[in-house]
């Protein structure tokens, strides 16, 4: 059974910072962060393949880094400059199957497991 727990969320001010994290289970293809608020669709925010590449959302390149520490099945999502409209319920996602191209890494309808997510409000 595949678990994935998230943790890190919480509300601050336009401007600072916070850090997710989601511990995973097992080897998996491709692990991402998706958000949504209230009214909208979840969109993905950044995805991280077992190979170490990176793929951000436009919304958040330069303020938000994806890592993973593989001996620690951990996920991270580092973000910076945080602003009011980063406010949703984040969630930590895998893939374990096939492997997908860049267009479609984003894309949440390819993802098998998720969390139960972490809520980030920030604040103006």
């Known amino acids: 059974q595949v678990r994935l727990v998230e943790s890190g969320g919480g509300s601050v001010q336009s401007g600072g910072s916070l850090r997710l994290s989601c511990v995973a289970s097992?080897?998996?293809?491709?692990m991402a962060w998706f958000r949504q608020a209230p009214g909208k669709e979840r969109e993905g925010v950044a995805v991280i393949d077992n190979a170490g590449s990176t793929t951000y959302a436009d919304s958040v390149k330069g303020r938000f880094t994806i890592s993973q520490d593989s001996d620690k099945n951990t996920l991270y999502l580092i973000m910076n400059s945080l602003k009011p409209e980063d406010t949703a319920m984040y969630y930590c996602?895998?893939?374990?199957?096939?492997?997908?191209?860049?267009?479609?890494?984003?894309?949440?309808?390819?993802?098998?497991?998720w969390g139960q997510g972490t809520q980030v409000t920030v604040s103006s």
């Open positions: 996602a895998a893939r374990y199957s096939a492997l997908l191209p860049p267009s479609s890494r984003l894309l949440a309808q390819w993802y098998t497991y």
């Open positions: 097992g080897s998996r293809n491709y």
